[in-house]
Every structure is written in structure tokens, then in C-alpha cells.
């Protein structure tokens, strides 16, 4: 078992996430870390396109002779050579390389072997398999996914086995992969960005599957892309995007009550997800060594124990319409991706009680819906056919009423049941 410290640094930032950082600054950033004891980095070659590798492994060089420092990197993209220039896909003045996408076992293999090279190690501690999930992909979500269970999880239990990697598992920012996986898989650990903070807490039952199955989490993106990493003036990004104004709406009312008990939002928002015994650590992006002094004193900072029962109930939907359950707009939180089609797609988590828009009329959510997973938009029967993208994927196993979670308990998917564990294991 690989030991998780409570605290690491996400390098996201350093390889010129939505600003250029100069070589000084993203050195300066990974010194300060590395004096305050932080001794866990997580990167990937998306982050800049090597960029963040790069500077993470200079700073190693030199700083960590030993070899001590616990490091976490990712497979999934291949990085193409291009000439292109300026902002490409958040990152700013990043590496001449095109990240695309491939989850093959071939291409496993490559990318961890040019991660080696850009870090300057020929081991890594944690490989995980980044961005796998409906939101991201889309219409080629299933070939990606298929890819991974043919042939790219195989590669990465290879290494494991072989004692180039120490652990494997996930990067994802959608629970609802977790949960396909889990179903399929042995993972080691898993980090979720973004879906267990004190603003989205979409993960709650599949920490509690986690426990069951003795996967350990670690928590990225604690502020939700800034939005409570600093007091709510100026540009702000919730996911990567400006905030709705419902999201925003909260996240006030969050802070209010911190203020109310002498805390800071930021504080509690790193501190938040630490207090679930599943969550190992928590692995903020940092640039700047004022942002690594602020989040050493943050994690560090004394809270009352009042202050976590008092933010939960800010979130409930009566706390913000007096008795009555919160309304969704149309694109909030839900996708329709064919007329015929008989499920909706959650973009946004989905409490119990929400209102949401289905049919031309309204229907309630009976249960928390986790990002990804799908929502019956009608009554569904066992035996029905699940329609996504205007043709079947599964059938029902049982009875499910409109605004109901359909999930892997409640529906047969022809695809993911042929692809079980022991489908897996007899893989040469």
C-alpha cells in the first residue's frame, strides 16, 4: 500500500493552466512545496503538454536525489507534435504538443514511458487513467471506455505487477465512471476532482463504496476551480467555467456562515473533505509560494466543530426557498441527447427533492443524482429498453418512475456485462 499524506500539490497550474507561468515562477512554486514538507506531486502529461512534467522533474533533480518524494502521473492522451500557439484547451504559451486521446494498451505503455523521461524517473508511484467518463468524451465515450477495459487496464496492471508502478487507478472529475469501473475493476485509488468538496458533495455514496471495497480517495480541485479558494469578488470559475448563479448563490451562503464562525471559506474548503476517514489526501493546484504558505496555514488552522453541520444545512434546497425544493433551469443540470430518447444526462449534481424539467412539464428527483449517470425522463418498466443517443444501450432490470437514477442496480447494459473482472483476468 502506497502511504497518501494528507496534503500534495496538484501541478496543474505551473504547466500554464489559464496563465502563462514563467520557469522562475512555477521553480519558485515546487521550491517553496518542497521547504514546506509537501512531498506528494500529481501531474499528467495533459497539464501543459509536458510542461508541468518537465519543471516538476528539474526541480526533483535536484531537491530529491533520494528518490523520496511520492509522485503521481497519468495515461490517456498521446502528445502529437504541433505548431500551434496561444490557449489550447485552458493552458497558455503550454508545450508545441496536441494531447489526444487514446486508452489502448500500446499507448499506455508509450505515454508512461515519456512521462519517465520528462520527470526523470524510471518508476512512478501511482498511475492513474485520466479523464475516462460520459462528460468528457461524449459520443466516444464507449470507445474509449472500450479501449480501456480491452486492453489499457491490462497495460497498467502490467506495470503494477512488473514494479515500475506501485499503485494504479483513476483521475476523473465525473463520479459516475468510478462507479462503471468499480463494477469491473480493481482499483487501487482513485482521485476525483471537484465532486467531494463543501460546494458539490456528488460523491458521497461512492466514498461509501469505496470503503466497502477498500479503494482510498484522493480529493483534487477542493476549491471547484477557484471559487472558494479566495473571497467571492472578481472573475470567478466553478468546473473550469463562470459560476450560475445559483452555484454562486451558495457558495455565499457558505461563506457567510464561516465568517459567522470566524472562518475562512478557503480553510474549510481545503479542510472539508480530509474529515471522510476514505479520503487519504487532498491535492490543491498550486502556483506561487504565497498560495503554498496559505494552504499550509489553511490545513493547519483550528475550525469549530459547529461550523461543518451549519455548512451542510446551507446546502439543502430548503435553505434557499424557504420550504420549497430548488427550481433547475433547463440546461442546469440536465442534457437531452436525442428527441427519442428516454433518459436524461446529469451535467450538474442533483439532490432529492430537486425540481427538474422533463416532458414539458416538471418532474421530482427521488435521489441524489451523481454527474453522469442517467435520469429517467418517463416511467420505465423491467424489460424496457434504456434509449441514449436515439438507440437502445441496456434494458431495465426493474421498475423505475420518472426523475428515478438509472444505474448499473437498476439496468443491464449488453456491453458492460460482457466486460467483467474475470473477462478481464483471462486477457493474455
Known amino acids: 500500500m502506497v502511504p497518501l499524506p494528507r496534503l500534495g500539490m496538484g501541478t496543474a ?27 506528494y506531486f500529481d501531474t499528467a502529461p495533459h497539464y501543459g ?58 499507448a499506455i505503455r508509450r505515454s508512461f514511458e515519456e512521462s519517465c523521461r520528462r520527470i526523470g524517473r524510471d518508476r512512478i508511484d501511482l498511475l492513474l487513467a485520466h479523464d475516462l467518463g460520459h462528460v468528457t468524451h461524449g459520443a466516444a465515450h464507449e470507445a474509449h471506455l472500450r479501449a480501456f477495459l480491452d486492453s489499457g487496464y491490462g497495460a497498467m496492471r502490467d506495470l503494477r505487477d512488473a514494479g515500475a508502478v506501485r499503485a494504479i487507478g483513476i483521475g476523473v472529475n465525473e463520479v459516475a465512471i468510478c462507479e462503471t469501473l468499480l463494477d469491473h475493476v480493481e482499483l487501487d485509488v482513485i482521485l476525483l476532482a471537484g465532486r467531494y468538496t463543501l460546494l458539490d458533495r456528488s460523491a458521497d455514496r461512492l466514498l461509501d463504496r469505496c470503503a466497502a471495497q477498500g479503494v ?51 480553510a474549510a474548503a481545503l479542510q472539508f473533505p480530509l474529515r471522510h476517514p476514505q479520503v487519504a489526501c487532498v491535492i490543491p493546484g498550486l502556483v506561487g509560494a504565497d498560495q503554498v504558505a496559505d494552504t499550509v496555514q489553511r490545513l493547519a ?13 446551507a ?84 421498475d423505475a418512475a420518472a426523475g428515478d437514477w438509472v444505474h448499473m442496480h437498476n439496468m443491464k447494459s449488453d456491453y458492460i456485462s ?5 473477462t478481464l483476468e483471462a486477457k493474455p
Open 315 to 398: 446546502l439543502r434546497p430548503t435553505a434557499f426557498q424557504a420550504g420549497a425544493p430548488a427550481l433547475l433551469q433547463d440546461d442546469a443540470r440536465l442534457i437531452l441527447l436525442h428527441p427519442q430518447d428516454n433518459v436524461l444526462i446529469c451535467v450538474r449534481p442533483i439532490e432529492a427533492g430537486d425540481i427538474l424539467p422533463a416532458s414539458g412539464g416538471t418532474i421530482p428527483a427521488r435521489e441524489g443524482i451523481a454527474i453522469g449517470h442517467k435520469l429517467a425522463r418517463t416511467s420505465l418498466a423491467a424489460g424496457d429498453k434504456v434509449i441514449k443517443y436515439g438507440a437502445p444501450i441496456g434494458s431495465m432490470t426493474a
Open 49 to 106: 503538454f509536458g510542461l508541468a512534467e518537465r519543471r516538476l522533474g528539474a526541480m526533483l533533480a535536484e531537491r530529491d536525489t533520494s528518490g523520496s518524494a511520492l509522485l503521481s502521473t497519468k495515461v490517456g492522451r498521446l502528445l502529437a507534435p504541433t505548431r500551434a500557439q496561444g490557449e489550447r484547451h485552458g493552458f497558455v504559451d503550454a508545450d508545441p504538443f496536441e494531447p489526444v486521446f487514446d486508452y489502448s494498451a500500446d
Open 13 to 39: 497550474p505551473i504547466g500554464n493552466l489559464y496563465r502563462a507561468v514563467s520557469d522562475a515562477q512555477a521553480r519558485a512554486t515546487l521550491e517553496a512545496a518542497w521547504d514546506a514538507g509537501i512531498r
Open 216 to 266: 482510498r480517495l484522493i480529493v483534487g480541485g477542493p476549491y471547484n476551480s477557484g471559487i472558494l479558494a479566495r473571497d467571492l469578488t472578481g472573475p470567478l470559475r466553478f468546473d473550469y467555467a463562470a459560476p450560475s448563479a445559483a452555484v454562486l448563490d451558495r457558495a455565499r451562503a457558505l461563506a457567510d456562515i464561516c465568517a459567522g464562525f470566524g472562518a475562512s471559506l478557503p
Open 418 to 422: 460482457s466486460h467483467t473482472r474475470s
Open 301 to 313: 488552522k483550528p475550525l469549530p466543530e459547529a461550523l461543518w453541520p451549519a455548512l451542510d444545512a
